[in-house]
């Protein structure tokens, strides 16, 4: 069975950075696609960025050069490079693959 547990989502101040992780068991992360999401207060759920079972990377635009989706292969985590965190960025952020989901975990950035 596939689990998948993000974490690493806390309070920061905008312009700082904070990298989220989420956790694979029941299959390894290389060999499949794997998303970040995110969800804001009131709003609908947005694909922020993804990586290909063959590397290939993908970005939302609003995220594009600030966030980086890195999977080293170690551990069997995926990771999200957040730079440049702005208050447009606090949202639930949510791991997924091939149809599973992680719980999420909360990003704010306020000052």
């Known amino acids: 069975q596939v689990h998948l547990v993000e974490s690493g989502g806390k309070l920061v101040q905008p312009g700082e950075s904070l990298k989220l992780s989420c956790l694979v068991t029941?299959?390894?992360?290389n060999t499949w696609g794997m998303r970040w999401y995110r969800q804001a207060p009131g709003k609908e759920r947005e694909?922020?960025?993804?990586?290909?079972?063959?590397?290939?990377?993908n970005y939302a635009d609003s995220v594009k050069g600030r966030f980086t989706i890195l999977r080293p292969g170690a551990a069997n985590t995926v990771y999200l490079q957040m730079n440049s965190l702005t208050p447009e960025d606090t949202a639930v952020y949510y791991c997924?693959?091939?149809?599973?989901w992680g719980q999420g975990t909360q990003v704010t950035v306020s000052s």
């Open positions: 997924h693959m091939d149809g599973f």
């Open positions: 694909l922020v960025a993804q990586i290909t079972a063959a590397g290939s990377t």
């Open positions: 029941g299959r390894p992360v």
